[in-house]
């Protein structure tokens, strides 16, 4: 019977401090599921999930939120065509990110996205720059959500007729301790956030109710207001298939009205789904997450398509200019205008809570997807696991992003709009591939034209506002440093997260427990009986051993060494009917063989002995070779991680060199 997987063995440490206990109590669902967690980690125990409507809201403080200024973009990107330019993106919602994202949620369900679709097609270090730079786009979307959507909070709370003389010039003080509060919320916990996005969207959903339903009814009673505006329509544009054509042509600068679809999958870990479900096939939790995208979907195309109507007939265009009255604020506009200031500064309150909310959806999303990546690559200190200290971080990222931009919401609009294209266009290329593979030759086609529509509108919004890209360049460049920096940092910890035997090797360490327990590192070559016979010679008399003693050999093959962490499996064989050999696979040679000997080490109670032949070349040279391809200098590496990860000399794993 093969021996149970155990992790391998350290000395413990020492009890952490509460304030440590207490950063790194409640982990993401990357820390429990297959990671080790680092000391003083303390899980939690799975979330039970929420109904896929409370989910929903979550997401929807992002997404319906872009109601506060989405159809003042459309009027300032469009004029008069805003209605039909709302109509085109409504389109491109219903046929074209709502169809990609239903199938990343049946392919992806534990919330990575299509990130982790794309990832399956690479390997190696062009597979993890790959997720890297997406990672960076993730981040310019999520980040971006949270700064400036407190940003338009803080704008509707200065401009409200009420206030303005008295929080004038305060808008970047206001922006920062709204960023602040977010932060606190998740601090708190993650429940809190879901019971108050349920609240914020219910109310702020009436209110626009409200207002699209006062906004229709002066339209229809004042007939001039149709009929003006189609006839300054036709002055303008001369016949419907020119008006049509340029609303295709402005519709990338609407793209922000798409924003949710990315947080849909991201927190879809916290749906419920059925009792049945199991991590490998989560059914329920699926098909209630395809119910949250499409009810989000539809409820925020009939609220696109009403206020961007409203709106373009009833405020003057000079109103939605910088500096207007409308600009940034079109919908509480008109709930002051005609529904008197005291249901507008209660439509304002609404506003400017689920605005500053909105970032709890976008936090989500962080807390869900970088934990997933980055610890597993070895890119992240092991407390990036653990919600609190990276709310933290990402709040103080907030506080500098919102500094650099003086928490201006058109100056972040390009950076936002262009994350949110990345991603959408890299979901529907990754369902396209997934299609072909699954050999739906329909679904194929249909994908590849969606991702064409949105790669198209991705390359429009970055001519047109290219500090987007830049801006996006910034968080990939600062992701990869740190991520590599954190790697360097972590060469020489013990990275396996668990080793098992099977049945041959479980009797091969059993029989040597009764005795000297020896290693010989072996890389194998030729695997012929002259190969092992002349290594025992050489080890031998490199290091003076007697000649009763016997051996067993341990070779490792790598597999991908741009991998982190992952368990051991051992395998053992005789060769030529008499020499024992270990064999394993593993990102990395000298990790592996340390691994291997704590677990010796610690099933047997006996210290063994491994022998190594010192490695040809310069040591920069195997340094690098190690750190890029799990070889290089192997002995000495061995050592070191052997060192760290048993600091008692006594208790440590003897490494012999000859």
Known sequence: MATTEQPPSRTEPAPPSRLRAWLLKGLSDMGRNGGRTGSGAEPEAPPQGQPWWRVMCLTGVDYFSTLGYQPGIAALAAGLLSPIATIVLVVVTLAGALPVYRRVAQESPHGEGSIAMLERLLSFWQGKLFVLTLLGFAATDFLITITLSAADASTHLVENPHLTGVLHDRQMLITLLLVALLGAVFLKGFLEAIGVAVALVGAYLALNAVVVVVGLYHVATAGHVVTDWSGALTTQHGNVFVMIGVALLVFPKLALGLSGFETGVAVMPHVKGDPDDTEARPAGRIRDTRKLLTTAAVIMSVFLITTSFITTLLIPAKEFEPGGQANGRALAFLAHDYLGNTFGTVYDASTIAILWFAGASAMAGLLNLMPRYLPRYGMAPHWARAVRPMVIVFTLIGFLVTWIFDADVDAQGGAYATGVLVLISSA??????????????????????????????????????????????????????????????????????????????????????????????????????????????????????????????????????????????????????????????????????????????????????????????????NLLRFLLFGQGEVAPVTREILREAEPDRARRPRVHVG
């Open 428 to 621: 529907a290329i990754a369902v396209t591939i997934a299609a072909r593979k699954a050999g739906q030759r329909n679904w194929t086609i249909a994908f590849a034209v969606i991702a064409a529509v949105f790669l198209y509108t991705t390359v429009v919004n970055v001519i047109e506002r290219p500090d987007g890209v830049k801006i996006g360049a910034c968080f990939i460049a600062g992701i990869i440093l740190v991520s590599l920096l954190s790697r360097l940092a972590r060469a020489f910890e013990l990275r396996v997260t668990g080793v098992t035997l099977d049945d041959v090797a479980d009797r091969f360490v059993r029989d040597m427990a009764s005795r000297r327990m020896r290693f010989i590192a072996n890389e194998p070559d030729r695997r012929d009986i002259a190969e092992y016979r002349d290594k025992i010679e050489q080890i031998r008399h490199d290091n003076d051993v007697p000649g009763p003693e016997d051996f067993v050999f341990v070779e490792v093959t790598v597999t991908d060494p741009s991998e982190f962490e992952a368990g051991l499996t051992v395998r053992g064989e005789v060769l030529h009917g008499r020499y024992r050999v270990l064999t394993l696979e593993s990102s990395s040679v000298p990790n592996a063989l340390a691994a291997l000997l704590l677990h010796v080490r610690d099933t047997t109670g006996r210290t063994p002995h491994i022998y190594f032949e010192w490695t040809e070349g310069g040591p920069f040279a």
